[in-house]
């Protein structure tokens, strides 16, 4: 940091991350068999807050005051911010079962993807987590995305073969024509400065539009 060079550690995670304010830097290492997150080259020391994994990328809030990431201990999964952590999810399939996790921009509130194997259905549902308030279960969920005032989350979301675009768990029009999709990478939503409408691309063959709604 400045001229300075940090501690050496037995492994780096991907990229260091510059807090909005660009006071701070952070970054996730390992030093076998812990692994933990180091902020202005000081080491998480908190009792516990040591882990087994940790997924990045980290998250700064934008006060800059804390940090956001995926962390597992005892084979469970959970979001840690600053030095509170939250309920525990069990890993399901390959890969971690959380993910995106994105500050309101006030930060007040934080949105991320988790995903339960469902025992009736047999099968992964994935849904939004706000705070600690789980969201409606969907097959598959994407881009979550905060209206400029931090009071709506918008996010796509897939089930039965339908793409919907869901604001704060109410579901807005969904599109079951034969080759349609939403597309959350080529065409990001995007909110009105007032919060609301939200725009967002949609496909359908060969043909591409934008779509302008209401989430009043």
């Not at 994935?126 to 209206?147: A, R």
Request: hydrophobic share 35%; no cysteine.
């Amino acid at each position: 940091v400045g001229d300075k060079e940090s501690k050496s550690y037995k492994l780096i995670y991907h990229n260091v991350i510059f807090s909005p304010d660009s006071q701070k830097v952070a970054y996730a290492v390992s030093q076998y068999p812990e692994a933990f997150v180091v902020i202005d080259s000081k080491e998480s020391n908190i009792e516990g807050k040591r882990y087994e994994d940790i997924i990045t990328p980290i998250v700064f809030s934008p006060n800059s005051q804390e940090v956001a990431y995926i962390a597992s201990k005892d084979k469970k999964w959970f979001v840690v911010v600053g030095d509170k952590e939250s309920k525990t999810y069990e890993r399901v399939g390959e890969g971690p079962p959380l993910s995106n996790p994105v500050f309101s921009p006030d930060g007040k509130n934080l949105a991320y993807i988790t995903a339960k194997f469902d025992q009736i259905q047999k099968n992964v549902n994935q849904f939004i987590v706000i705070g600690d308030k789980d969201g409606n279960w969907y097959d598959w969920v994407y881009s979550p995305k905060w209206s400029p005032d931090s009071q709506k989350l918008v996010y796509l979301a897939k089930k039965d073969e339908r793409d919907i675009m869901v604001v704060t768990d109410k579901e807005g029009k969904s599109h079951k024509e034969v080759g349609s999709v939403i597309i959350p990478d080529a065409f990001k939503f995007q909110f009105s400065p007032d919060s609301k409408f939200v725009a967002y691309g949609y496909k359908s063959g060969n043909e591409f539009w934008w779509i302008v709604r209401s989430v009043e």
